[in-house]
């Protein structure tokens, strides 16, 4: 316990001091206002978790602010009107054309970020938006739509690869059972997975020293795993084992959790933005937020720009199913199955899509789930369970990554220049990018 004290206190030390350096250097009042903006808006984003349990999904600034926040519990409609004073000022301070790109992101991203915060607030208040304009409001995007027949085409697909009687489902999860990860054999795996994901980042991307993460199993979950970041390039990661984990996961969680995923993500932020600018505004991360769509699209492209394909083929066959003490000749064939089911992703918004425009209820939720999306039935319900608490949150997985895959893509990081790859990559997740400021796939 004092030895965490004892650590927070030089941490805020050191922030202070890179602040004032900062301030000192600038000399000018544009960057000191920023800084007086930014602390702000954590003050607003921290007075929301008041009302909202999920809404700060991480915090590492200053901890007197939270005391002092949850001192009193602010009402809605003050911290609407605060944040919509703020989002005036933040508009009458626009930076020069001179400025570097960085500073441009950094005042266009607090804005928009204000906007989500005030919308989050307007649907605590009772107003009532479609999905998709819940999603522009809150993650900056909205997802494109699907109809029953594209999904019928890979559906299709699977049905010659997996013959059989009975609903397609039904053997498609019974293929999977020679692939779940034995529960005595969960954190061996993952740890091997863990240590492939962050040998193949540390290659390209540098992190401080002292970074690190634990991770914890847990039951009762509406996710299969999460990322809490705590500061100080720490995380801890909690994997959920209510429902079997397939081999698949291990590099999915692994690099979508650790490396380069979510903690690497926290880590440069708070490196290269909080600590090394003095831009304390990155210090509280408010789940809500245009911010999820590029934190969760990066770890989901992370996991295809630290394995390709065939580099992930040969790990999987060498290091993870032997770990799992599961049959590595099988792992090509399974590959090709979860490649065709990886098409079906976005048959998940549409479900979330018409369960929250009401135009079907919770069960024909689950039932569309496990028809377009191969959904076995506890599946589909516990993925009901997360619509229900997060909403058009879903979006962010598969169109934040295709959205990061076009925008690294596009910007010359395509899978046959790895090293350009990592490096858009990179400097994706260490800059406060839009999901509209992402560069559009290049036609
Ligand atoms: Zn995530």
Known sequence: MRHVVSRTVKVRAAAAAVLSLAVTVMGCAQGTNMNTRGERYVRLVLAMGQHDADYVDAYYGPPEWRKEVDARKRPLAEITADAGALATDIAGAAPPASADELTRLRHEYLARQLEALRARAAMLTGMRLTFDEESKALYDAVAPTHTEAEFGTVLAALEAKLPGAGPLVDRYDEFRKNFIIPKDRLDAVFTAAIDGCRSRTLEHIQLPPGESFTVEYVTGKSWSGYNWYQGDYRSLIQVNTDLPIYIDRAIDLACHEGYPGHHVYNVLLEKNLVRDRGWVEFSVYPLFSPQSLIAEGTANFGIDVAFPRTDRLEFERRVLFPAAQLKSELAAGYYEVLDL?????????????????GQIDARAAADWLERYGLYSRPRAEQRVRFIDQYRSYVINYN???????????????????????????ARL?????????????AR
């Open 399 to 425: 169109l934040g990554k295709d959205m990061v895959a076009a925008h690294v893509e596009a910007r010359g990081g395509t899978p046959d220049n790895p090293d350009k790859r990592w490096e858009e990559f």
């Open 341 to 357: 089911a990886e098409q079906l992703s976005y048959a998940g918004n549409e479900a979330a899509r018409r369960y929250l425009n």
């Open 429 to 441: 997740i260490s800059s406060p990018r839009l999901p509209s400021g992402l560069t559009q796939r």
